[in-house]
């Protein structure tokens, strides 16, 4: 996820866990933030280009878990977004790394 993503992803969070606080100045902190990877922060983006889904992984290597969170999907995609992408499961079990941005 890239800095002009942070304006739809910062809306589809406050949609999904209304009332949120999160402002776009916000989510800009927490990508400065550590251990925060870009690669590990992902939106299933909706056919109009809107954040329908998301979820930010937060890897620690050393002990190889990961935590995903938070994870969200914005009214009206739960059908489209609610599965994840496939990389999920095999990526937390097995401490490898995931493939982020969009899926």
């Known amino acids: 996820m890239g800095d002009a ?3 739809r992803r910062a809306a ?3 949609a999904a866990f209304h009332p949120s606080r999160v402002t776009e100045e916000s989510y800009h902190a927490v990508r400065r933030a550590w251990p925060y990877r870009p690669d590990l ?5 909706a ?3 809107s ?3 998301f ?3 937060w890897l620690d ?3 190889r878990a990961a935590r995903i969170e938070p994870a969200g999907t914005a009214p009206g995609h739960a059908g489209a977004a609610s599965h994840g992408p496939p990389a999920w499961p095999r990526w937390t079990r097995r401490g490898g790394r995931a493939r982020g941005g969009r899926w």
Not at 41 to 45: F, K, L, Y
Request: net charge negative; hydrophobic share 50%; with cysteine.
């Open 47 to 49: 056919p109009d280009g």
């Open 51 to 53: 954040a329908a889904a």
């Open 41 to 45: 922060d992902w939106i299933a983006e």
């Open 61 to 63: 290597e050393a002990n």
């Open 12 to 14: 589809a969070h406050r």
């Open 5 to 7: 993503d942070v304006p």
């Open 55 to 57: 979820c930010l992984v």
